[in-house]
């Protein structure tokens, strides 16, 4: 009889350790997939942030793409007038950019301020290589900009602070020849087209930019499964 009780406790025994052990590993599996939903709400979270600011990039970028091309499009005007091509036409134009001697343009990504030391906290590789594509693009369109930046200040920053008290006289029914014959053209024409060729430089960087910010986009988009307007 006490051998019979042994073997019973002996088996209750191993029965309490299974029950324990299948309660420690179903704990674990609770415990891994709550924390597995935990990592994708947080990412999630950072992807959102991630996509709102590179929403941000595109809309600053697209405007400092559009004032590139609308300073080359005025300086292509101005020698147009100048070399006497279509020069009564060309005259008649509204002027469409404002000034052509900004001696300093502003850039900032928002992405590489807030992402550029968290890429390792994101997991979906197609979205960490963007990021990296992202963070160099950013890098060689600064080089650009600041290379930019410097040369209108060593060759405009005077003609800027000269011409200051025209440019707010500058209006809706300013034309490209009231400009021409405001900013002395003529005079400075060798100082506006080659400062132009630094802006030519930043266009072309800014533009590839746009294209890696909206591959990032699109990929976000995806991911996100956003399909409302954004």
């Given at each position: 009889?006490?051998?019979?009780k042994?073997?019973?406790?002996?088996?209750?025994?191993i029965?309490?350790?299974?029950?324990?052990m299948?309660?420690?590993?179903?704990?674990?599996?609770?415990?891994?997939?709550?924390e597995s939903?935990?990592?994708?709400?947080?990412e999630t979270?950072?992807l959102?942030?991630?996509?709102?600011?590179?929403?941000?990039?595109?809309?600053?970028f697209?405007?400092?793409?559009?004032?590139?091309k609308?300073?080359?499009?005025?300086v292509?005007h101005?020698?147009?007038?100048?070399?006497?091509?279509?020069?009564?036409?060309?005259s008649?134009?509204?002027?469409?950019?404002e000034?052509?001697?900004?001696?300093?343009l502003?850039y900032?990504?928002?992405?590489?301020?807030?992402?550029n030391?968290?890429?390792?906290a994101?997991?979906?590789?197609?979205?960490?290589?963007?990021?990296?594509?992202?963070?160099l693009?950013y890098?060689?369109?600064?080089l650009?900009?600041e290379?930019?930046?410097?040369?209108?200040?060593?060759?405009?920053?005077?003609?800027?602070v000269?011409?200051?008290?025209?440019?707010?006289?500058?209006?809706?029914?300013?034309?490209?020849?009231?400009?021409?014959?405001?900013?002395?053209?003529?005079?400075?024409?060798k100082?506006?087209?080659y400062?132009?060729?630094?802006?030519?430089?930043?266009?072309e960087r800014?533009?590839n930019?746009?294209?890696?910010n909206?591959?990032?986009?699109?990929?976000?988009r995806?991911?996100?499964?956003?399909?409302?307007?954004?």
């Open positions: 009889m006490s051998e019979n042994t073997a019973k406790y002996f088996k209750y025994a029965g309490e350790i299974v029950l324990v299948i309660g420690i590993l179903l704990a674990l599996q609770v415990n891994n997939w709550n939903r935990k990592n994708k709400i947080n979270k950072l959102t942030e991630l996509f709102n600011d590179a929403k941000l990039d595109s809309v600053f697209e405007s400092r793409n559009s004032s590139l609308k300073h080359l499009v005025t292509n101005l020698n147009s007038i100048h070399l006497g091509i279509n020069a009564d036409s060309i008649e134009l509204p002027l469409d950019y000034f052509i001697f900004d001696p300093s502003a900032q990504s928002t992405v590489d301020a807030n992402f030391n968290r890429i390792d994101i997991s979906n590789d197609k979205i960490k290589m963007n990021l990296r594509m992202y963070s693009a890098h060689y369109l600064k650009h900009y290379r930019r930046n410097r040369i209108f200040e060593i060759n405009c920053n005077d003609l800027s000269k011409y200051h008290s025209y440019r707010t006289q500058i209006d809706s029914s300013t034309t490209l020849g009231n400009y021409f014959l405001g900013i002395e053209f003529a005079k400075h024409e100082v506006i087209n400062t132009n060729e630094a802006v030519v430089l930043s266009k800014t533009e930019f746009i294209t890696i909206t591959m990032l986009l699109n990929e976000l995806a991911i996100l499964d956003i399909t409302t307007n954004d």
